[in-house]
């Protein structure tokens, strides 16, 4: 999110040569948040600002790490920023190579390295958002796929049932037992231990400590 036409692009240019799929134009109005890595926000943009925008992401219980771009050098806006949940600040002008170093810093190591082992037998494919059991690949559903995709993003972390509703289902009308057999039937799928139900609440994707 940045209001300044040649740096947009220029950004957008230097990441993509990099490998990354960078897509601001639909970040508020149709994107869903829960699919990206990092948000990269200005704080003056026109109509909404960065904190604005931060706020809402936030609200809506978006854990996707979040990077500030700014010319201000305020204390106050800047202490404002890791506030509201800010993962790191890079002041105007910088390196891109710099904004690059800073992304990979809040990104957790093995979204970078594309697989997330949840045991010695079982790894997830977070590129082509694939399961695999001792190298093959399994079969899942559409809706057990976006799942698996929500809990292993948040991995050992709280996915509340409103989160799944809204990612999974697209808000759309469902009943709890709906989740609850859902889960349950991808349970059969994945290693014992990686579903924690927490009554009453949602799931956490549990990601060993050796393989997080």
Same mark, same amino acid.
């Given at each position: 999110m940045e209001d300044e036409l040649h740096l947009r692009q220029n950004? !957008? !240019?230097f990441l993509n040569i990099k490998g990354y799929f960078v897509d601001g134009e639909r970040l508020l109005r149709e994107a869903n948040l829960h699919d990206y890595d990092c948000i990269i926000l200005d704080i003056n943009t026109p109509k909404i600002n960065g904190f604005e925008? $931060? !706020?809402? @992401?936030?609200?809506n219980n978006i854990s996707t790490q979040t990077i500030f771009i700014s010319v201000l050098t305020d204390v106050q806006k800047v202490l404002k920023a890791f506030e509201l949940g800010a993962a790191d600040y890079l002041r105007k002008p910088f390196d891109f190579a710099e904004l690059e170093v800073r992304m990979l810093q &809040? @990104?957790? !190591?093995?979204? @970078?390295n594309s697989y997330v082992y949840l045991d010695d037998n079982y790894k997830y494919d977070l590129k082509n958002r694939t399961l695999f059991r001792n190298e093959t690949p399994s079969k899942l559903t559409t809706t057990q796929k976006r799942l698996l995709y929500i809990l292993i993003k948040n991995q050992n &972390? $709280?996915?509340t049932f409103d989160t799944l509703r809204e990612y999974v289902w697209d808000d759309k009308e469902i009943s709890h037992s709906t989740i609850l057999s859902t889960m349950r039937d991808l349970k059969k799928t994945l290693p014992n231990s990686f579903i924690q139900n927490i009554r009453g609440e949602g799931y956490i994707g549990v990601v060993p400590v050796e393989y997080a």
């Open positions: 950004i !957008k !240019k925008v $931060l !706020k809402y @992401i936030r609200e &809040t @990104i957790p !190591k093995n979204f @970078i &972390t $709280l996915v």
